[in-house]
């Protein structure tokens, strides 16, 4: 599918309460803070995960947001065994959308970053992961999900716009090539615009 075609099996408007969203399995993670006082949530970062690289399901996912990873399930997760990281939510294959962090609250995505001028991208932006890679296209569902999800988080946060959602790849270059060339922007883009 493309363009608005899609929207005719977007799934239903998402709903935030209280910063978590309605209909979103809720696995909280510790590995949130405080935001900085007087911080506005303005920008909206796309990621990709795939734990271990390049395969999918199997709860590795969730598992590492909380600190549960079984480092002695596959050789790869030694390696990032001593990571504290997170995200606000995850959409995997099948579109199942899963909030580990409240929106008002800190995840810990993005690391070392900047966009337009301000550093540590975490303070005021809000992160989702999509499994996935970078070399491979992302599912019809996972766009169907993300941009429902987009377009209750532009409602909720007026300070978010389409033109601040952005990818990994964007505020940190240097580091990170996600959510990589399989994404496609045009295609958000277009969806998110259709009525």
């Known amino acids: 599918m493309s363009g608005?075609?899609?929207?005719?099996?977007?799934p239903a408007p998402y709903r935030i309460e209280s910063h978590?969203?309605?209909?979103?399995?809720l696995l909280p993670s510790p590995n949130c803070g405080e935001r900085p006082a007087g911080a506005s949530i303005d920008l909206l970062v796309l990621h990709n995960i795939s734990l271990p690289p390049g395969q999918y399901g199997g709860g590795h996912i969730q598992a590492f947001f909380q600190n549960r990873l079984?480092?002695?399930?596959h050789a790869y997760f030694a390696e990032i065994a001593d990571l504290q990281v997170s995200a606000h939510l995850l959409i995997e294959r099948d579109g199942t959308l899963v909030q580990f962090v409240p929106f008002n609250r800190r995840a810990w995505h993005a690391g070392q970053s900047c966009f337009e001028?301000?550093?540590?991208?975490?303070?005021?932006?809000?992160?989702?992961?999509?499994?996935?890679?970078?070399?491979?296209p992302y599912t019809d569902?996972?766009?169907q999900v993300l941009v429902a999800v987009s377009r209750c988080l532009l409602e909720a946060y007026p300070e978010l716009s389409v033109e601040r959602i952005v990818g990994h790849c964007d505020i940190a270059p240097v580091r990170k090539t996600d959510p990589g060339p399989s994404f496609d922007w045009g295609r958000l883009r277009r969806l998110l615009s259709c009525a």
């Open 141 to 143: 569902r996972q766009y």
């Open 70 to 73: 079984d480092v002695t399930a």
């Open 4 to 10: 608005c075609d899609d929207a005719a099996v977007n």
């Open 20 to 25: 978590w969203l309605e209909g979103a399995v």
């Open 117 to 136: 001028g301000r550093s540590d991208c975490n303070d005021f932006s809000i992160g989702i992961e999509l499994e996935g890679c970078d070399d491979e």
